[in-house]
């Protein structure tokens, strides 16, 4: 059976800015690599209407994950409405047992905004769901047996919402592949001006840049790199897994305050 990774984040763009770089690592070592967003991000535009931007969105999305080397998954949710709720639980449950990952990529448990905390949630449960049988999923599938890692990503502007600077356990050197992420990134052109004026992101590919820099500051070792927590063990996996460690090698550092 062929390894698979998949990246749960609320919003196309997400993956992009701080995931993208580990995904292009993952697929050039013979990963499957799988991409959702669980909002169609129908609110990020202030000119065009939420069913023209979904649309617009839809095909960045699809075009980013072809860059990336990923099979795209469709949204399941709107913007500023993803709710920890047993229907879109159940939902993504399903596309879960149906990709069988044993990596799941998702956002940061505490971050700046709820779509991104309950996707992680949202995410975790399903995960952690995937193996009883006793838990129905829509469409209904079967449980999946076998190990998952859990891997948070660093949250937005790589600090909590009251400000504070996150450490990553792991740094991934995304050195390398900096160019097809920020070309992923780039697929996402309607969200230039939106992210301008809505959070102060003059150029969002610069922004994904410089906190790249930041990341790779704080590993001491490399100068881009992605950050990642690994969620603690306890029914996903060994207590000593760690497959992305094991399959990147020297692209990967540990923050010496896990160790």
Same mark, same amino acid.
């Given at each position: ?51 023209? !931007?979904?649309?617009?969105? +839809?095909?960045?999305?699809?075009? &980013? #994950?072809? =860059?990336?080397?990923?099979? *795209? ?101 995304? !050195?390398?592949?900096?160019? +097809?992420?920020?070309?992923?990134? &780039? #697929?996402? =052109?309607?969200?230039?001006? *939106? ?65």
């Amino acid at each position: 059976m062929n390894k698979t990774a998949f990246a749960i984040f609320a919003h196309p763009d997400d993956i992009e800015l701080v995931a993208a770089g580990t995904l292009l690592l993952l697929k050039r070592a013979g990963w499957d690599v799988h991409y959702m967003n669980l909002s169609c991000g129908n609110l990020g535009s202030m000119t065009c209407s939420a069913a023209e !931007t979904a649309q617009t969105r +839809r095909i960045e999305s699809q075009n &980013a #994950a072809q =860059i990336l080397g990923a099979t *795209w998954h469709p949204s399941l949710a709107h913007d500023l409405d993803i709710y920890y709720e047993r229907g879109l639980l159940r939902r993504l449950a399903a596309v879960v047992r149906e990709v069988r990952p044993q990596i799941v990529l998702t956002h940061s448990p505490v971050d700046y905004m709820e779509d991104h905390v309950n996707t992680a949630r949202l995410a975790t449960t399903a995960v952690f769901g995937r193996g009883m049988p006793n838990f129905a999923t829509d469409p209904p599938l079967p449980h999946v047996a076998g190990q998952v890692t859990l891997y948070h990503a660093q949250p937005h502007l790589n600090r909590d919402p009251l400000g504070k600077m996150v450490q990553p356990e792991l740094f991934v050197d995304v !050195t390398e592949v900096m160019s +097809r992420k920020r070309e992923a990134l &780039a #697929a996402h =052109i309607s969200q230039k001006s *939106w992210l301008d004026q809505t959070q102060g992101m003059d150029s969002y590919l610069q922004t994904m840049s410089d906190l790249m820099r930041e990341v790779g500051r704080m590993s001491g070792v490399f100068p881009f790199a992605e950050g990642w927590r690994r969620h603690l063990y306890a029914g996903f996996c060994g207590p000593d897994s760690d497959p992305l460690s094991e399959t990147l090698g020297g692209l990967v550092s540990v923050n010496p305050a896990y160790a």
